[in-house]
């Protein structure tokens, strides 16, 4: 099955500055790559999302980029602020098994 | 909307004790799905179900029971609980699954 890795598993960042983190998916077949932002005591809620049909995609200050050659693809969070603190999980699908597998989390810390 | 609801938010079981954790969406929603979440594990997917009559085994199956009698409803049943099994459980619903998952606010469980 498909198997991806995240990293880094913390994240300390001063508010303003960027945040980027960066997973890795086994599955070449894999076509479809989530991002969630669980915050404490939440669940996990969808915050952007790319297709392998596109590299990069943005959504105000978050924007995700995806390299299909190197089955990588990262989050960058600009301009960071205290609510950006959580726990981040990519994840990836391909779709035809109906699952989708997320990696172990990022928790970030914005510093005020 | 109510969107995903689960119950209990918090269970404490005996080892062997069963339950069904309940899981509730009001999206008409094809897609639900299982998750546990573990400290540096992730989300890890136990059973999902493509639409009402249909499940299936996700990553850890081994000591879950789902049923999907409904559209609406997908509950998760612990037939003897294990130590093992201590861990926060996630519901979560989608229109597909590469599609936006919606997930509830979890349930803790604790089997001493």
Redesign the interface.
Known sequence: ?EN?E?HP?TLSVQEGDSAVIKCTYSDSAS??F?W?KQEL??????II?I?SNVGEKKDQRIAVTLNKTAKHFSLHITETQPEDSAVY?CAA?R?ND????????TTVTVRA | NAGVTQTPKFQVLKTGQSMTLQCAQDMNHEYMSWYRQDPGMGLRLIHYSVGAGITDQGEVPNGYNVSRSTTEDFPLRLLSAAPSQTSVYFCASSRWIQETQYFGPGTRLLVL
């Not at chain 1, 109906?98 to 989390?105: D, I, M, T, V």
Request: proline share 7%; charged share 15%; glycine share 22%.
């Open positions: 099955g991806v995240q598993s076509n479809y989530p969630y005591g939440k669940g996990p809620q969808l999302d297709r999980f699908s779709g109906y699952k989708l597998s997320f990696g172990a989390g």
